[in-house]
């Protein structure tokens, strides 16, 4: 199940946690040239890789960013 | 690789062929809640999945589908 993201919320992320996952979106953005700046919705099992990442639960990463 | 497909050409396709392709196509549509009627793009899985239930070629596929 995606995750409709919030991007002002990445923006006020602490930097170690904001950065990787900024790293992580730009570059779905940059693939589907999708700039709108707002929100992004991203894969189900994007979520799942991005939690195994910051070393989180996807429920806990869900709860920071979606909408 | 993804694909354009050209949803007008899909409607011009003979039935045994359009069928299988038209009930593929509107179970993204559904899913998605994207009912725009005119483009659908879709993942280049996808495409390798129709291109198998229709016993053909990718390109072959593309060919006939493609904006
Ligand atoms: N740019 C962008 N906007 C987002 C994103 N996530 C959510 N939205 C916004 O929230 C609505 C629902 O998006 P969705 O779940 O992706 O559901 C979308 C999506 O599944 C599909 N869709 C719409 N436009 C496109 C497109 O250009 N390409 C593709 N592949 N699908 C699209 O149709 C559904 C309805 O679209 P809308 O009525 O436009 O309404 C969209 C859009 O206004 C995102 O990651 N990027
Ligand atoms: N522009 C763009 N947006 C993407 C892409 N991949 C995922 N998304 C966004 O992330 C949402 C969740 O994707 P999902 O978990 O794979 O969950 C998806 C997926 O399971 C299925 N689905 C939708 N479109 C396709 C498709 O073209 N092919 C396949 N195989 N499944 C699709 O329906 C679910 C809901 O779809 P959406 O409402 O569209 O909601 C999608 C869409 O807003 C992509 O390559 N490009
Ligand atoms: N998840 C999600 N992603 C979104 C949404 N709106 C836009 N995008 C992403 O942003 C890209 C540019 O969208 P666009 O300027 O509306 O311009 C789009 C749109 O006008 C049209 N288009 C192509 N395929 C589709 C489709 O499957 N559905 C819809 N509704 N429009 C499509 O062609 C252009 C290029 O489409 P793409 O290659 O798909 O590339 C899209 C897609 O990756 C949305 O609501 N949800
Ligand atoms: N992990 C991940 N990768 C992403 C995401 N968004 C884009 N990509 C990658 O970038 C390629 C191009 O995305 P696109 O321009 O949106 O072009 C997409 C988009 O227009 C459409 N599409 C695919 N899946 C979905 C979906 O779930 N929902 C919607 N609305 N469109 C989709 O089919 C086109 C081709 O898809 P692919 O062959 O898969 O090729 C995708 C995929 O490899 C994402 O949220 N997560």
Do not use: H, Y
Request: hydrophobic content about 45%; glycine content about 6%; proline content about 1%.
């Amino acid at each position: 199940e995606g995750v409709t993201i919030d991007l002002t919320r990445v923006e006020r992320l602490p930097d170690s946690l904001g950065d990787v996952i900024d790293r992580f979106l730009k570059k779905i953005q940059v693939q589907r040239q999708d700039f709108n700046g707002r929100v992004l919705t991203i894969r189900g099992s994007d979520v799942a890789m991005l939690a195994m990442l910051l070393d989180t639960t996807d429920a806990e990463l869900v709860a920071q960013l979606k909408r």
